[in-house]
């Protein structure tokens, strides 16, 4: 993960946090996730922490997770079931939660690479309680920030990171509108990233099996082109199990996911299971490959920004308007290298 430039894990909260509950009330161990956080910072890999989403919306209602309550001695107690985000129980564990989060991630000097997700993909009609949500993080924990892959920009003040899909930034339906609002966001100086999941399809660049491999290569171009210091990917591995047994969609490469649904090929996944470790594929490599563009082209800008924007434009001039000869695509990459010997 490291090599192919994974800068950021999502270690997952509550499996790994153990939440206790005694008479003086909450109290939280965070032994397990430090160490799941540790083993890959030690990898190399972490750059960033995704915090696990605290909420989960079925578009009428946002719930927190099921969450596992032990005693004083360890043992389990109760599972928490889901609570309504509006209700009083939610308040009062979020009241407990979020101070101790930031007080732990503090003493381990990891607050300034941790970002909370809210809920995912927040759509127009969840924006109110996406906003009800994000308050209360900012109210009980206000050195977190907040990051989501979003779908609204009904959001007002609820994130410190912006995460549209890609076709926000051109020829998805109002594009416009979403273009706009971001770029007056990156002129405020907000953080705005972008990311792709089973869309966008078509034109567009993404690390789809049956795409062909130029259009993954673009993906960090468009980082550049678009001073977008992030990339949001869904997914790495996502595997589902039938009976038991793991399936790395060897029985259908279409369906992709945990749910088992058919979306866009290579979807869920663009590495492959080993024995001992995951398998690299051609999507893969070619997506370190984009990443290493992206580095090569940040240090021709630092030298000669003028020239590194020309580069660019030469072959992708918008984002659905990339060139598509793999020969002229070799000779412009050959350009960038030369300009930095």
């Not at 999941?197 to 078509?202: E, L, T, V, W």
Request: a positive charge; aromatic letters at 14%.
């Amino acid at each position: 993960m490291a090599l192919h430039r994974q800068s950021m894990i999502n270690p997952p909260m509550f499996p790994l946090v153990k939440v206790i509950k005694d008479k003086k009330g909450f109290s939280f161990d965070f032994t397990m996730y430090d160490h799941f956080v540790e083993l890959f910072k030690k990898a190399g890999v972490v750059g960033k922490i995704e915090g696990t989403p605290l909420g989960g919306s079925d578009r009428k209602t946002v719930s927190l997770p099921e969450i596992q309550i032990l005693n004083s001695e360890g043992k389990v107690a109760y599972r928490q079931p889901r609570l309504n985000i509006r209700s009083p129980e939610a308040r009062d564990f979020l009241s407990k939660f979020l101070p101790a989060l930031e007080k732990h991630l503090g003493e381990k000097g990891w607050l300034d690479i941790y970002l909370q997700r809210i809920f995912d993909e927040p759509r127009d009609e969840d924006a109110k309680e996406f906003r009800f949500l994000s308050s209360m993080v900012k109210e009980f924990s206000p050195k977190i920030k907040r990051m989501e892959p979003i779908l609204s920009v009904d959001l007002e003040d609820a994130l410190d990171v912006w995460i549209p899909p890609l076709e926000h930034f051109e020829g998805g339906i109002g594009f416009d509108r979403y273009q706009n609002f971001f770029r007056e966001l990156q002129k405020q100086g907000k953080e705005v990233w972008f990311y792709t999941c089973f869309s966008p399809r078509g034109s567009y660049p993404n690390r789809f099996i049956d795409f062909p491999l130029i259009k993954q290569r673009y993906l960090h171009w468009i980082n550049f082109k678009y001073d977008l210091p992030g990339f949001l990917h869904w997914g790495y591995n996502g595997a589902y199990k039938i009976w038991g047994r793991l399936y790395w969609n060897y029985r259908n490469e279409f369906c992709c996911g945990i749910q088992r649904e058919c979306y866009a090929p290579g979807d869920a996944f663009i590495v492959y299971p080993g024995e001992k470790r995951p398998l690299s594929c051609l999507r893969y490599e070619i997506h370190r490959k984009s990443i290493e563009d992206y580095e090569l082209l940040r240090s021709l800008s630092n030298r000669n920004p003028k020239l590194a924007e020309e580069i660019v434009d030469s072959v992708l001039p918008s984002i659905t308007g990339y060139e598509r000869r793999i020969e002229r695509f070799n000779s412009v990459w050959r350009r960038l290298v030369e300009a930095l010997s």
